[in-house]
């Protein structure tokens, strides 16, 4: 069913929630480093979860009314804007270590870990409501066989990239994550509400270039002119840090990310029972591949930079 021919609520449902802690990933990886290798790097993962986080709910929500008659909710119906409701891990006070120095002359130059106040940091932050998980909890327990398989996957999904997170100074948590929290309930509402953005599929060239827009604008209104004179204050310079990945985003993102979607979407329609109408890959993969596009100087420059920073073998291996 295409994002364009379904009517999106612009007005999510009121409910409150309790966060349900889930036990840390044993496979995530850690990193450590100075704030300047790491926030570029982040701000990318970020992305990444955003974007699989929507498209898994949109999929959700499509397959739940097709096999729920009494199912009606739209993805802006289903996901918890105001917050994360399922988190894994915990973060950490440690007494005697070191605190971070929120007043640093050179703030990307401080210890991303090992400070003694850490926060599990949502990649996501938004959330998944009752009103969505109840009903596909009962079509998984009366489920069987091949069905029951990939419903269980698809929810796994949509918790999973709800709930990951990754230790940060609290510093950083409380301030630029709080801006790019911002960013990704802003951007999720008005990609399921705004008709000019429903026209487009989640995983398409067009809302990753929204999404990053979105962000870097966000990023410079969050701070005063004084703030971001030479030199700039101390969370400023930290926030500023994040606009670097937008780049290997802008570079990678869509072509990370469309194979495992076609895949989901394949396992979703072999799972589905005759006669119940399949899923559709235009629906959820537009045009963007920038795999086969030539790249600027400036922009091949960037991601150079930001994969110098990186380690070998890093990345979200899930759709």
Request: hydrophobic fraction near 35%; proline fraction near 7%.
């Amino acid at each position: 069913m295409a994002r364009a021919g379904r009517q999106f609520s612009t007005t999510p449902t009121v409910q409150k929630h309790t966060r349900k802690i889930l036990s840390f990933n044993q496979d995530a990886p850690i990193f450590s480093g100075s704030l300047a290798t790491l926030l570029p790097q982040h701000a990318s993962m970020r992305a990444s979860h955003f974007f699989r986080f929507c498209v898994n709910v949109q999929m959700g929500c499509d397959v739940l009314e097709r096999l729920l008659p009494a199912f009606d909710l739209t993805p802006s119906q289903a996901i918890e804007f105001d917050r994360a409701t399922h988190q894994a891990g915990v973060g950490h006070r440690v007494k005697g270590a070191p605190a971070f120095n929120k007043t640093s002359d050179d703030i990307g130059q401080e210890l991303a870990t090992g400070v003694s106040h850490m926060d599990a940091a949502h990649f996501n932050n938004l959330g998944l409501k009752p009103d969505f998980l109840k009903p596909f909890n009962t079509l998984i327990k009366n489920s069987n066989g091949d069905l029951k398989t990939t419903l269980q996957t698809l929810q796994s999904y949509c918790v999973v990239y709800c709930s990951d997170t990754r230790l940060l100074p609290q510093r950083v948590n409380l301030k630029s994550e709080k801006i790019l929290d911002d960013v990704h309930r802003e951007v999720a509402r008005n990609i399921f509400s705004n008709p000019d953005l429903i026209s487009h599929p989640l995983i398409s060239e067009f809302l990753i270039n929204y999404y990053i827009n979105y962000a870097n604008t966000r990023i410079d209104g969050s701070f005063t002119a004084d703030e971001k004179k030479t030199p700039m204050t101390p969370d400023c310079a930290m926030t500023m840090l994040y606009k670097p990945g937008y780049s290997d985003v802008k570079a990678n993102l869509y072509d990370q990310l469309w194979p495992g979607v076609a895949f989901m979407i394949d396992e979703i329609n072999q799972g589905l029972p005759p006669g119940i109408e399949k899923l559709e890959y235009d629906d959820y993969i537009g045009p963007g591949s920038t795999a086969g596009k030539p790249r600027s100087p400036e922009i091949q420059a960037m991601i150079d930079s930001f994969r110098d920073t990186q380690n070998p073998g890093e990345g979200d291996q899930r759709m």
